[in-house]
T-cell receptor
């Protein structure tokens, strides 16, 4: 059971380049989300999705785009990379059941991105 | 606005001693509270959660946490620490009716042999 798979594991970009971080889950989870982890700042939510075709902004969405065309995949796009986007990025998913969402997250192993 | 505070960047404890990692929160509405652990170069792993009911919740690897509504705290505890418990621990809160987790800044736990 693969769980949440993130690719690539490492990436180096030059300022202004664009790229897509891939995230796939095989648990049929409705909820998927992207976080960035920076020293001393914990994890901050970038974007999230509660199902195919539905996305919403988190705490730090600027400079990032997402789409959710299938239940399994939730790619994160950097449109024009900046050094401030150097970080470790985590994708997480969870199931949603009932009228109240309170499910724990399943995390991928992260993508370490450096923008020079 | 929702927020989570983990006041200690690092906690050191001797193996076999009890450990506590502190967390306080601020939310509007009912809180759902979580603890996660992160080992080097890995994603976070779920340890335990409080949704409702008994204030003492038990989780994986012998960890437990106590929900205290009056102090808005959710401290993580373990009666006897192991060297293998050394890792980065995150507290997180989800306000009822929302989909946005808020994480604390993390506490590095070091268990000394």
């Amino acid at each position: 059971n693969a769980g949440v798979t993130q690719t690539p594991k490492f990436q180096v970009l030059k300022t202004g380049q664009s790229m897509t971080l891939q995230c796939a889950q095989d648990m049929n989870h409705e909820y998927m989300s992207w976080y960035r982890q920076d020293p001393g700042m914990g994890l901050r939510l970038i974007h999230y999705s509660v199902g195919a075709g539905i996305t919403d902004q988190g705490e730090v969405p600027n400079g990032y785009n997402v789409s959710r065309s299938t239940t399994e995949d939730f790619p994160l796009r950097l449109l024009s990379a900046a050094p401030s986007q150097t970080s470790v990025y985590f994708c997480a998913s969870s199931y949603m059941q009932g009228s109240s969402y309170n499910s724990p997250l399943h995390f991928g192993n992260g993508t370490r991105l450096t923008v020079t | 606005a929702q927020s989570v505070a983990q006041p200690e960047d690092q906690v050191n404890v001797a193996e076999g001693n009890p450990l506590t990692v502190k967390c306080t929160y601020s939310v509007s509405g009912n809180p759902y509270l979580f603890w996660y652990v992160q080992y080097p170069n890995r994603g976070l792993q779920f340890l335990l959660k409080y949704i409702t009911g008994d204030n003492l919740v038990k989780g994986s690897y012998g960890f437990e946490a106590e929900f205290n509504k009056s102090q808005t705290s959710f401290h993580l505890k373990k009666p006897s620490a192991l060297v293998s418990d050394s890792a980065l621990y995150f507290c997180a809160v989800l306000s009822s009716g929302t989909y946005k987790y808020i994480f604390g800044t993390g506490t590095r736990l070091k268990v000394l042999a």
